[in-house]
């Protein structure tokens, strides 16, 4: 796309042969066509795999072939190893892709399909097991002189253990989940009095998630940068650095945006994290593309995990350094050495991902917000990238990830970055669904991101998100809202044109049947408001039930938690009052409307 590329390119000793005939893609939405083009372009064939609700989804559509798995749920269908499995003998595929998510870090898999002679496009299952879980992955790190956050590797099976640590390093300390993931499983202490409560609902959360309770601390750091290294790393004993991204713009420990190079951090860090990075990778017999990520504060940098996975934000370090990075992996996997070295690495220019989620994010609350995409326009220009997973018509389901697509943008500086990315925010178009880029545009033209004087705790204890708003054309409705449909004219002023857009009240009949559901959904999620009768907005299942019969609560007062399309989401009392009814436990399904409090 961009002619700055740094890195030599074009000669790949592999070239004349074939790299692979077909590629079975295990996975979905924007990541699983991103795979489809970059296997497009090399002249490789494409399987898709969908589920029921993917029938017609654009990955489906796109794919040379497509199988199905049956199911709704992620595990009814995309966590369904033998309907995978017999997607791929059926298929002929000769290697798999698994994308991020789903079964990209499962040991378990890869041999699966390795022991079928199909190739797995990632690491060896023995470097994925040994980064799955914290602690090994920290001592795997330890063992090549890299450091994490000051903590320990053992278990704590003793409150006695954190109080030591510290009167040792200080408070607050980070319990977290051997075995967690996504930000899961982690309580933060700020002094002594809060261990023993820390130490209980850590172990809850992780049993919980994750079926295991082990748990172990370090020090919490209160605002620090997460900034990560992309790794590529060949089957021949060779391994570079690709530069680093830094993805500090975060909302429940979950990324929003994305950009690389990092800003403010100097070139000796910057190498040190890279060499770190590569030791890391070597270390643990690493090969394909990975990523090991980092916190930074003060001046120094720790580390906290190696990815062993394509990252959702990989896109940025490819409009840096020129380099398909999904291309690299099929060569890899392929048996091909790197056709460059670190010296040839180039970084040119600045990129900033931003990931366009299916989430209101009003008052700072990111509600899930599924739906049918009524129509999208993405904006293009110089520098601008779109890796979408939906087109309009399309449907977000609750059921899977609610990343609609990833806006990357190129420029030559940061600054140009910034603005250009607004440019083509203000551009996009979707109606249907509630997006975060109203959260977005918030970030990216703040003094604090322009500065970048922000750390991964900014977008929740600082950026007011309090009059952000969803699109007026947006068809997710609230309570007492009519449906609107937008009619894009064109008008002439005095010899001029200009496009006028027109959001016009849709009379029943014309609501298609997909809105009417959504009209009703919200409608009843809402409660009626101040009735006392809470409901959830949405399918989900409860996460934790916050209150008791009998509690005294405050209208806003989180109740009970629910979680759904893979986020936590608060449900909040509707009215001040005492709680009479709680007819939920933490497991339970709900469906959208469901009461679950009662307060009087
Ligand atoms: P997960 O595997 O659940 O994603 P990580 O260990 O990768 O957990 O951490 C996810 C995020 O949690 C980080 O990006 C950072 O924002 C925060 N975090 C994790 N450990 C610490 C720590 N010791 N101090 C401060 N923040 C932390």
Redesign the pocket.
């Known amino acids: 796309m961009f002619s700055l590329v740094g890195v030599r390119g074009g000669s790949h000793p592999g070239d004349d042969r074939e790299v692979f005939s077909k590629v079975l893609i295990a996975n979905r939405g924007e990541i699983a066509v991103r795979v489809i083009r970059a296997c497009r372009e090399m002249g490789v064939a494409t399987v898709a795999i969908y589920s029921d609700l993917d029938r017609d989804a654009l990955h489906t559509r796109l794919a040379d072939e497509a199988y199905p798995l049956g199911g709704q749920t992620a595990a009814e269908s995309y966590l369904d190893t033998e309907a995978i499995l017999s997607a791929i003998e059926r298929s002929k595929a000769d290697a798999v892709h698994p994308g991020y998510g789903f079964f990209s870090e499962n040991a378990n898999f890869a041999r699966a399909v390795t022991d079928r002679g199909v190739t797995f496009i990632g690491p060896p299952p023995e470097a994925i097991e040994v980064m799955g879980d914290?602690i090994s992955a920290r001592l795997a790190a330890e063992r090549v002189g890299v450091h994490g956050?000051p903590g320990t590797t053992d278990f704590i099976t003793d409150p006695e253990q954190v109080r030591t640590f510290g009167i040792e390093h200080g408070y607050p300390i980070?319990i977290?989940a051997a075995y967690?993931?996504?930000?899961?499983?982690?309580k933060v202490v700020a002094d002594e009095t809060a261990i023993e409560d820390a130490i209980e609902s850590a172990q809850r959360e992780a049993t919980a998630y994750f079926a295991r309770d082990e748990i172990y601390m370090?020090?919490?750091?209160t605002a620090?940068r997460?900034i990560e290294i992309q790794v590529l790393a060949d089957t021949h004993g060779n391994a570079v650095y690709l530069g680093e991204r830094d993805?500090s713009a975060?909302r429940r420990?979950q990324k929003l945006i994305e950009e690389a190079p990092a800003p403010n951090l100097s070139d000796e860090v910057r190498s040190a994290m890279g060499e770190a990075a590569v030791a890391v990778a070597l270390g643990c017999g690493y090969t394909n593309a990975g990523t090991v990520?980092f916190?930074y504060e003060d001046g120094d940098f720790h580390y906290?995990?190696m990815n062993t996975r394509l990252q959702v934000e990989h896109p940025v370090t490819e409009l840096v350094t020129g380099l398909d990075l999904v291309e690299q992996q099929l060569r890899i996997a392929s048996g091909e050495p790197l056709d460059f070295t670190q010296g040839d690495v180039r970084i040119s220019g600045h990129a900033i991902e931003v990931r366009i989620n299916a989430e209101d994010p009003a008052g700072g609350a990111f509600l899930p917000s599924p739906g049918r995409i009524d129509s999208l326009r993405v904006p293009d220009g110089f520098g601008v990238r779109f890796d979408g997973g939906y087109e309009a018509g399309d449907e977000i389901s609750q059921y899977y990830d609610n990343l609609i697509g990833k806006l990357v943008i190129w420029g030559r500086n940061r600054d140009v970055a910034i603005r250009r990315t607004l440019r083509a925010l203000a551009d996009f178009e979707i109606c249907g669904v509630a997006t975060t880029i109203p959260a977005d545009i918030a970030i990216l033209g703040h003094p604090d991101f322009a500065a970048a004087t922000h750390s991964?705790k900014w977008v929740e204890e600082t950026l007011d998100l309090s009059d952000v708003s969803t699109d007026p054309d947006s068809s997710t409705t609230r309570d007492n809202e009519v449906l609107t449909a937008r009619r894009d004219i064109s008008v002439e002023v005095d010899g001029r044109r200009f496009a006028v857009s027109m959001w016009i009240p849709e009379s029943a009949e014309s609501v298609s049947p997909a809105a009417r559901t959504r009209t009703k959904r919200t409608l009843r999620g809402g409660g009626g408001s101040g009735s006392g009768r809470v409901t959830v907005p949405m399918q989900g299942t409860i996460a934790k039930v916050l209150v008791a019969v009998g509690d005294q609560v405050d209208t806003g007062e989180t109740v009970c938690v629910l979680e759904a399309m893979k986020m936590e989401n608060n449900v909040a009392a509707d009215k001040a009052g005492t709680v009479s009814e709680v007819l939920v436990v933490a497991g339970d399904s709900v469906g959208a409307g469901d009461v679950v409090i009662v307060i009087e």
């Open positions: 914290k956050v980070a977290k967690g993931g996504g930000g899961r499983g982690m370090e020090k919490y750091l620090p997460h993805c975060q420990h990520e916190l906290l995990e991964t």
